[in-house]
T-cell receptor, first 111, second 115 residues
Framework: GQNIDQPTEMTATEGAIVQINCTYQ??????LFWYQQHAGEAPTFLSY????GLEEKGRFSSFLSRSKGYSYLLLKELQMKDSASYLC????????????FGDGTTLTVKP | NAGVTQTPKFRVLKTGQSMTLLCAQD?????MYWYRQDPGMGLRLIHY???????AKGEVPDGYNVSRLKKQNFLLGLESAAPSQTSVYFC??????????????FGSGTRLTVV
């Protein structure tokens, strides 16, 4: 089985940097995804990591350490529109592409 | 392109009624999934399909059935609705293999209430 842990809530200030952590325990690993979900909307894909290290995409970066079962999503230059839930998802080692999701971290950006 | 379209968007059912949720994608994705999302519990996989004519059980399949007669459509059926099935249902699709690294594309969701 798989177990994924993320903080439930975080608060940060507009313009600041925030790091959302995700730890996982899995019987098979084939990549880790981050999704953004605004209230009442569908999740949208943010990033993918399968090898150790940092992937940067504009204001968002994602880091993975497979040996530690750890990832983080780094959001820079926070904007009010970044207030959303951030979902960490681990894909298992089969070919079915299935992902197991964490419960999500609700980020509130304050002025 | 429409992406992933779910119908209906909202539905209220009485306990014991049945219904079918429709998911349609126009991206030629091989893989399709049904998840449910409950407050504070994240997304849980109900059933999934790796291609036309194939389906498999996910984490929480009891009380649901699925069919994938055409590659672009994935139907989720509730045989006899129960209040515990009150949830938001998301359909998702993706490419297979390394193309799956682009993640899922989700539909807008169906908000189902069973009374």
């Amino acid at each position: 089985g798989q177990n994924i842990d993320q903080p439930t809530e975080m608060t940060a200030t507009e313009g600041a940097i925030v790091q959302i952590n995700c730890t996982y325990q899995t019987s098979g690993f084939n990549g880790l995804f981050w999704y953004q979900q605004h209230a009442g909307e569908a999740p949208t894909f943010l990033s993918y990591n399968v090898l150790d290290g940092l992937e940067e995409k504009g204001r968002f970066s994602s880091f993975l350490s497979r040996s530690k079962g750890y990832s983080y999503l780094l959001l820079k230059e926070l904007q009010m529109k970044d207030s959303a839930s951030y979902l960490c998802a681990v894909r298992n080692g089969t070919n079915a592409g299935k992902s197991t999701f964490g419960d999500g971290t609700t980020l509130t950006v304050k002025p | 392109n429409a992406g992933v379209t779910q119908t209906p968007k909202f539905r209220v059912l009485k306990t014991g009624q049945s219904m079918t949720l429709l998911c349609a994608q126009d991206m030629n994705h091989e893989y399709m999934y049904w998840y449910r999302q409950d407050p504070g519990m994240g997304l849980r996989l109900i059933h999934y399909s790796v291609g036309e004519g194939t389906t498999a059980k996910g984490e929480v399949p009891d009380g649901y059935n699925v069919s994938r007669l055409k590659k672009q459509n994935f139907l989720l059926g509730l045989e006899s609705a129960a209040p515990s099935q009150t949830s938001v249902y998301f359909c998702a699709s993706s490419y297979p293999g390394t193309m799956a690294n682009y993640g899922y594309t989700f539909g807008s969701g169906t908000r189902l209430t069973v009374v």
